[in-house]
């Protein structure tokens, strides 16, 4: 059953903090979506990008080890000058319900500093959630390795991490686009990722979904996708869900295996209940059966013949360790004999053929190898074990005495012998 929110109850407080540049211009591209509802804040070592911020609250960090001029794309000082500001950045977050960490990883601040905001918010009891993108091949493999790092050490923080990975722009822009468009088509991203979790908490709705709904799904969740979808019309739920939950641009496009899911339909005054059940049930057939997942609907009369799908996917941490692990196939031998260069006489009849009707290798390979001398008067050793290892050899083929003299063989050939024997060759 429908129901009208109640305006008269208690809004959380959301927060959006913007660390490095990358941050700052993710804030940027959100304050000119005019998100409702949300404070924003940049964190910065440069203060020149800092100046160039939109957000009402700046705060500079590290001043006194970086004089303003940026970490230097090291991540080390970048944790370095949050931790000798943290007191500020406490400040800056106090009394949220909810922020929102967005950075650029693989340069210094962004990378450095975000963990250190996300390790104060999870020590105040504020529900974080981080949303990151991951640099460009092209831009190194520094960068990468600071990024991954950087990642790895926010991850302990956040309640909820959100990846987007910058090499995946080019599939969601045509060939020849500008930079500059492309940076913004990843910061659009960053900040449908935020308004569609803001949105749903913030937005009074036509179905009931509150800020314990969203934290039920992003607290402690680890790893998660958001997808966002837009279609119009007839059947623009329908499309919109599908594009929503098939996003290129994020690291994991898909919610299988997906623990916590949430939903999130806006659109205009003529949307309907059966757009909604179609959207919501294609989401549905594509989700685990054990997820828990939480729907909301909301009316937004600009919106018109448009619609809006917002997914939320978290604990996804399985399915990415299942998916690495290797499948492996039993192996079984061709029936056929398989010839084998230099090797027929001794193997190609045994390939593939059953056990009972294998040839023994070893007296093939002795009897084509090894030739057995005669057995002659000459050449029998004597059994007696009593008998000295040096008469033995002495006594053996006595007619070949001769050739072990040192002025008949070569001279690479004397230190071929054994020293004793060619002593006694000498005598």
């Known amino acids: 059953m429908f129901e009208l929110e109640d305006i008269g109850r208690p809004v959380a407080k959301i927060k959006v903090v913007g660390v490095g540049g990358g941050g700052s211009n993710a804030v940027n591209s959100m304050l000119a979506a005019n998100i409702y509802g949300v404070e924003f804040i940049t964190v910065n070592t440069d203060a020149q990008h800092l100046e160039a911020s939109l957000a009402p609250v700046k705060v500079k960090i590290g001043a006194g080890l970086t004089k303003g001029l940026g970490a ?49 918010a999870r020590e105040m009891g504020i529900l974080a959630v981080g949303v990151v993108t991951k640099p460009f091949y092209y831009e190194g493999r520094k960068r990468a390795i600071n990024a991954e790092d950087g990642i790895r050490e926010l991850k302990k923080y956040v309640d909820t991490l959100i990846i987007i990975p910058n090499d995946r722009i080019h599939l969601v822009v045509e060939k020849g686009t500008p930079l500059l468009k492309s940076f913004s088509i990843a910061n659009d991203v960053l900040r449908q990722a935020i308004q569609g979790i803001s949105d749903l908490i913030l937005i009074p709705g036509l179905i009931n979904l509150d800020f314990a709904d969203v934290k039920s799904i992003m607290e402690n969740a680890g790893r998660a996708v958001i997808g966002v979808g837009n279609g119009k019309g007839d059947g623009g739920a329908f499309e919109a869900a599908k594009r929503a939950i098939s996003n290129p641009l994020l690291e994991e496009s898909s919610i299988e295996g997906a623990k916590g899911i949430l939903i999130n339909l806006t659109g205009g005054l003529n949307m309907s209940i059966d757009a909604v059940q179609e959207a919501a049930s294609l989401i549905y057939d594509s989700a685990d059966d054990e997820a828990n997942i939480i729907l909301g609907a909301v009316i937004n009369p600009d919106m018109e013949d448009d619609v809006r799908v917002t997914v939320i996917a978290t604990g996804l941490e399985d ?89 008949i063989l070569p001279q690479e050939d004397i230190y071929d012998i054994p020293t004793f024997l060619r002593k006694k060759t000498g005598d």
């Not at 943290?86 to 450095?112: H, N, P, R, V």
């Not at 057995?375 to 006595?398: C, F, G, H, W």
């Open 319 to 407: 399915r990415v360790v299942k998916a690495e692990l290797p499948q492996v196939k039993k192996w079984t031998p061709d029936k056929k004999p398989i010839s084998l260069k230099g090797s027929d006489r001794i193997l190609s009849k045994n390939i593939g053929m059953p056990r009972s009707e294998q040839k023994p290798i070893e007296r093939i390979i002795y009897k084509e190898a090894v030739k057995e001398p005669e057995k002659t008067a000459d050449n029998i050793r004597s059994a007696e074990p009593e008998q000295n290892l040096l008469e033995m050899l002495a006594k053996e083929n006595e007619d070949q005495k001769p050739v072990l003299n040192e002025s």
């Open 72 to 120: 230097g794309s090291n991540p080390v000082i970048g944790r370095q000058a949050a931790i000798d500001d943290k007191d500020t950045l406490a400040g800056c977050i106090e009394g949220a319900d909810m922020i929102f960490i967005t950075a650029g990883m693989g340069g210094g601040t962004g990378t450095g500093a975000s963990p250190v905001v996300a390790s104060l």
